[in-house]
């Protein structure tokens, strides 16, 4: 089963459900084969993360220039919000497989890619799922972006003012900026002997 990644009611088995979009992992999609060994199925499921980590980015891969707009949706879907919400909701999943993977770098280019899509689409901030936001934060936490996940923590905060799990992760984000730049002043005040 995946990690939670800390955003309540985002479709996770405790909370009672799934989601639209969310992924089931695939211990659940599908029946294990007699006879099949824990080190195949192992190999087997990082095989398909390995597949998964190289095709579906890919396929959601932004045209080069916004000329190229009509290459993504045709007009008979622009009027249709549910279809940017679905291609927003898969970058929104990878990025979470991405978390829950440790691979906070990959996360963060989903989650960079989403948000350009979602731009080059004239979508506002309020149609852009608070998940996207809180995910792009934790990978930005993960990688030492204090600055970026602040901003994109404060951007959850502001579309879903009343979340905890938002909050504490904004004030974590803080704390660490706030340690990063103490430590930065200790080592130049030592690297110029200003005291």
């Keep these: 089963m995946a990690a939670d990644d800390g955003v309540p009611g985002d479709g996770d088995a405790a909370a009672g459900g799934s989601a639209v979009g969310d992924l089931v992992p695939a211990e659940e999609s599908t029946p ?13 499921a990082a095989a398909d993360v390995a597949l998964a980590s190289v095709s579906v980015p890919a396929a959601l891969a932004m045209p080069a220039a916004e000329s190229d707009r009509d290459a993504l949706i045709d007009d008979e879907d ?3 919000a549910k279809k940017p919400r679905l291609m927003l909701t898969i970058y929104s999943n990878l990025a979470a497989t991405f978390v829950a993977m440790e691979k906070y770098q990959d996360g963060l280019y989903v989650c960079e890619d989403a948000f350009q899509f979602a731009r080059v689409l004239g979508l506002d901030a309020a149609r852009i799922d608070v998940k996207l936001y809180f995910r792009r934060g934790t990978c930005a936490m993960h990688l030492h972006l204090y600055e970026q996940a602040i901003h994109s923590f404060q951007e959850a905060a502001t579309l879903q003012p009343k979340d905890a799990a938002i909050a504490k992760k904004l004030q974590e984000a803080k704390r660490a900026l706030e340690q990063q730049r103490k430590r930065e002043m200790r080592a130049y005040s030592r690297m110029f002997g200003v005291s």
């Design 78 to 80: 622009r009027h249709d």
């Design 32 to 44: 294990p084969v007699e006879g099949a060994s824990a080190d195949s199925d192992a190999s087997a």
